[in-house]
């Protein structure tokens, strides 16, 4: 099992560099998020009562270098926002700080109406109390850019593990819903397979299904196709706008591609430094910039 300060489904750093497997090749052909005929499918996403995020005036610092300064911004209950930026401009740590996998240094992070944590006025952590992350980080799902899928154990259990020790379901229970969310993302006949034994692009798929296996009510994306071959991109994010339209999840998205941002968020935020330099709708950011600084950085990634 994964240590406790890492993410319930999340294997440790260690194990998920073991699961990176040579990409093989899969088909690009457009998978839909739900099949017309699969119940397990249909059931498998989740629909209605997403809670927003929100950060107040959070900061973040790695030794003296400060990541997050007095950060504010919102996200609506199901709504898709997408963060871009430079590197290192601090995105993928606002998403890691939602999984609990980083301390804030100031601040307050609310999870619908309840904070994941904030600093109280001595300048200490509340709550510091386990149960209450657990609680709290058990409506958050991740796919990370390294899929992280546990090496050792074939596809179907990946799915079923998180389910059955972090939120107790029944094996049966696991199963069933496993089998919906890998026929959904188009790899039902794969669940004895192990991670090693898939491409790049299928081990992204059974990540998207393992994180919609816990559930979450809130799904976080970190630059989830920037590992793989460039013809296994369009499937793996086929299959994420097909999941933004039909669930009511709240997304937040870190990418560094922009037709992909354009299509799957209904906000995007520009961020620097720690800051938002700009936000608005996709094609206001992306066809008419306001910011200096955000028209930089669109060239330049248009550029690369
Ligand atoms: N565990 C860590 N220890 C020390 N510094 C860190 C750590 N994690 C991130 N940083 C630093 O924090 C800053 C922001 O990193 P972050 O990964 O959030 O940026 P990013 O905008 O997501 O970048 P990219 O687009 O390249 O993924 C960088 O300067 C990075 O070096």
């Known amino acids: 099992m994964p240590p406790t300060d890492t993410a319930p489904e999340a294997p440790t750093p260690e194990e998920s560099e073991d699961a990176a497997a040579p990409a093989e090749g899969v088909s690009t052909e457009k998978k839909g998020a739900r099949k017309e005929d699969g119940d397990g499918a249909a059931a498998a996403l989740p629909h209605g009562d997403a809670p927003g995020i929100r950060f107040e005036k959070v900061v973040k ?30 995105k993928t740590t606002i998403l ?22 904030h600093m109280d ?14 609680e709290m980080r058990k409506q958050v799902g991740m796919v990370f850019q390294q899929f992280n899928l546990f090496p050792n ?24 819903r496993a089998r919906g969310l890998l026929d959904m993302v188009g790899l039902a006949d794969k669940e ?6 898939l491409s790049g692009g299928q081990q992204q798929r059974v990540a998207i299904a393992r994180a919609l296996a816990m559930q979450p009510k809130v799904l976080l994306l970190d630059e989830v196709t920037s590992a793989l071959d460039p013809e296994l991109v369009v499937g793996v994010q086929d299959l994420l706008r097909d999941i933004a339209r039909e669930s009511d999840l709240t997304m937040l998205c870190v990418t560094h591609e922009m037709n992909f941002a354009r299509d799957i968020s209904n906000r995007v935020l520009m961020f620097d430094q720690g800051q938002i330099v700009e936000e608005g ?24």
Do not use: C
């Open 61 to 90: 610092r790695f030794g003296s270098n400060v990541v997050l300064r007095e950060l504010d911004f919102a996200v609506e209950p199901g709504e898709r926002v997408t963060l871009i930026g430079p590197s290192g401009s601090g």
């Open 96 to 117: 890691r700080l939602l999984m609990t996998l980083e301390k804030l240094d100031d601040g307050v992070i609310w999870i619908g109406d309840d904070t994941l944590w």
């Open 121 to 134: 006025k001595g300048g200490r952590r509340v709550p510091a109390n386990q149960k209450h992350l657990h």
């Open 153 to 176: 154990m074939n596809v179907l259990r990946n799915l079923t593990e998180g389910p059955v020790r972090v939120l107790g379901a029944s094996k049966d229970e696991a199963v069933e």
């Open 192 to 197: 004895n397979a192990h991670p090693s034994q």
């Open 281 to 304: 709708p996709p094609d206001r950011i992306f066809g008419e910039p306001a910011e200096q600084r955000t028209r930089e950085f669109l060239q330049a990634v248009l550029a690369s």
